[in-house]
């Protein structure tokens, strides 16, 4: 079917400063479809959350072109006559010139990119490295050998730029994203919440547009990069529907890509002692620390199973999912879900699979005076100050604040792009739609 298709992949042309690489993929398909070309899949994959020299999201993009300025009327075969390697080669030279150029154009200072073009697209295992692990640059060296990729820049954002042709959309969703104006740029960008509310609450196709619990917008970035906004589906024409909703400054236009958001493909089940630093896991344990409060509002906590044991963190931007965990005790079941940095997974799920239960003991009534008895030690029995003495026990009543078996996330506003709602999962089946392989 992709046989007559050169695929594009681009990654670190943006930096903290600003600039964006969808911008620059967004450009460069108005620049091809300008030329008569037709591009098709544009692509937004997010790679592992937890690299440490990431910028923001650390997405990487990719978009298929046909061969040919017609579109691709040559048919599937691959060209092997005179003539047909003639028009691929300028098929090539074009592509490259465009992808070159908007990378110079708009790629930042500071930003380290990648850009390849391939007729084939990368082997899987490579994405799936690239989104749980850390790759280095000679991995993607020995891809560009196995597929025959014609690389145009090879920074480190070549890593990015195979991973994203790589990406076998296994299971995927859909962001549009809207662009301002170039003479906006940098500016405070007018993006009306109340319109990410009504997205939130309207189109239950939608995602992550809007945090209702603690009244935070999410489509617009506060970075001063070219996103006016982004709207998250899995229905990219619910998608053009969501966006008539929206009322902000004017834009410059607007694309919508296939994506891994809201997938939890960076999610892999290990044991405790399989964990490492700069990884995501799902794992499961028991409480053998009782959840404590830190300075700033944070929330941590230890679980173990068989193999050893590690620490647990909410912290202060996950707000009111904190008040889930404050209730657990030591004994507690519970699967965790998040990244790992410094020996400690950062909380983006929790499940709690098993409390086990706490009595609060309850003095008995003193049945000549009517007042609380006091107690005269473990199993001696209470007395009364009016002299009366008893030798029964207290009486037990179950104790457990908020914490109840289930599924619980961080809020819209805490949550990572990669990360899959749990609005997204069928209910009653959160073990065994894990996107684990």
């Given at each position: 079917?992709?046989?007559?298709?050169?695929?594009?992949g681009?990654?670190?042309?943006?930096?903290l400063?600003g600039?964006c690489?969808?911008h620059?993929l967004?450009?460069?398909v108005?620049?091809?479809?300008a030329m008569?070309?037709r591009a098709?899949r544009?692509?937004?994959?997010?790679?592992?959350?937890?690299v440490?020299w990431?910028t923001r999201?650390?997405g990487?993009?990719?978009v298929g072109v046909?061969?040919g300025?017609d579109?691709?009327?040559r048919g599937s075969q691959?060209?092997h006559?005179?003539?047909?390697?003639?028009?691929?080669?300028?098929?090539?030279g074009?592509?490259e010139?465009?992808a070159?150029?908007?990378?110079d154009?708009?790629?930042?200072d500071g930003s380290?990119?990648?850009?390849v073009?391939?007729?084939?697209?990368g082997?899987?295992w490579?994405?799936w490295n690239?989104v749980?692990?850390?790759?280095?640059?000679?991995?993607?060296?020995?891809?560009?050998?196995?597929?025959?990729a014609h690389v145009?820049?090879?920074?480190?954002?070549?890593?990015?730029?195979?991973?994203a042709?790589s990406?076998?959309?296994t299971?995927?969703?859909?962001e549009?994203?809207?662009y301002?104006m170039?003479d906006?740029?940098?500016s405070?960008?007018?993006?009306?919440?109340n319109?990410?509310r009504?997205?939130e609450i309207?189109f239950p196709?939608?995602?992550?547009?809007f945090?209702?619990?603690n009244?935070?917008?999410?489509?617009?970035?506060?970075?001063p990069c070219p996103?006016l906004?982004?709207?998250?589906?899995?229905?990219?024409?619910?998608?053009?529907?969501a966006?008539?909703v929206?009322k902000a400054?004017?834009?410059?236009?607007?694309?919508?890509?296939?994506?891994?958001?809201?997938t939890?493909d960076h999610?892999?089940?290990k044991?405790?002692w399989e964990i490492?630093d700069?990884?995501?896991?799902?794992t499961?344990?028991?409480?053998?620390q009782?959840?404590?409060?830190?300075?700033?509002?944070?929330?941590?906590?230890?679980i173990?199973?068989?193999?050893?044991?590690?620490?647990?963190a909410?912290?202060?931007p996950?707000?009111?999912?904190?008040?889930?965990l404050?209730?657990?005790?030591?004994?507690d079941?519970?699967?965790a879900?998040g990244?790992v940095?410094?020996?400690?997974?950062?909380?983006e799920k929790?499940?709690?699979?098993?409390l086990?239960?706490?009595?609060?003991v309850?003095n008995p009534?003193?049945?000549?005076c009517g007042?609380?008895?006091?107690?005269?030690?473990s199993?001696?029995?209470?007395?009364c100050?009016c002299?009366?003495?008893?030798?029964e026990?207290?009486?037990?009543?179950?104790?457990r604040?908020?914490a109840e078996?289930g599924?619980?996330?961080?809020?819209?506003?805490a949550?990572k792009?990669l990360?899959?709602?749990?609005?997204?999962m069928p209910?009653?089946?959160y073990?065994?739609?894990?996107?684990i392989?």
């Open positions: 079917m992709f046989d007559d298709i050169l695929w594009v681009i990654d670190d042309t943006d930096s400063m600039g690489t969808t620059i967004f450009k460069l108005q620049r091809l479809e008569g070309y098709i544009p692509s937004l994959v997010r790679l592992n959350p937890n440490p990431k999201g650390n990487a993009l990719a046909k061969m300025r579109g691709g009327s691959t060209p006559g005179g003539a047909d390697r003639e028009m691929e080669l300028a098929d090539l074009r592509i010139d465009a070159r150029g908007e990378i154009k708009l790629g930042m380290d990119p990648g850009c073009i391939s007729r084939k697209r082997p899987e490579f994405y690239c749980r692990g850390i790759v280095q640059k000679a991995e993607a060296q020995d891809v560009v050998d196995l597929i025959g145009i820049v090879e920074g480190r954002g070549l890593i990015g730029a195979l991973a042709i990406w076998p959309a299971e995927r969703t859909y549009l994203i809207a301002r170039a906006k740029w940098g405070r960008r007018y993006v009306d919440a319109s990410a009504m997205i309207n196709e939608t995602f992550d547009s945090d209702l619990e009244g935070v917008q999410r489509i617009a970035p506060n970075s996103v906004y982004g709207i998250r589906g899995v229905d990219p024409n619910v998608l053009k529907r966006k008539d929206v400054e004017d834009e410059d236009g607007w694309i919508i890509f296939e994506s891994n958001q809201g939890d999610l892999q089940k044991t405790i490492q700069n990884e995501s896991v799902i499961e344990g028991f409480l053998s009782r959840p404590r409060r830190a300075r700033g509002g944070h929330l941590f906590f230890e173990s199973d068989e193999t050893g044991s590690i620490g647990c909410a912290f202060e996950t707000k009111g999912f904190r008040d889930y404050a209730s657990l005790v030591v004994g079941r519970v699967r879900w990244g940095k410094k020996g400690t997974i950062n909380l929790i499940e709690l699979l098993d086990i239960t706490v009595y609060d309850v009534t003193c049945p000549q007042r609380k008895m006091g107690s005269m030690g199993g001696s029995g209470y007395r100050t002299g009366f003495k008893v030798a026990d207290g009486a037990k009543t179950i104790k604040e908020r078996l599924l619980y996330e961080v809020p819209v506003r949550r792009h990360s899959k709602p749990v609005k997204l209910k009653n089946l073990s065994s739609c894990l996107s392989r």
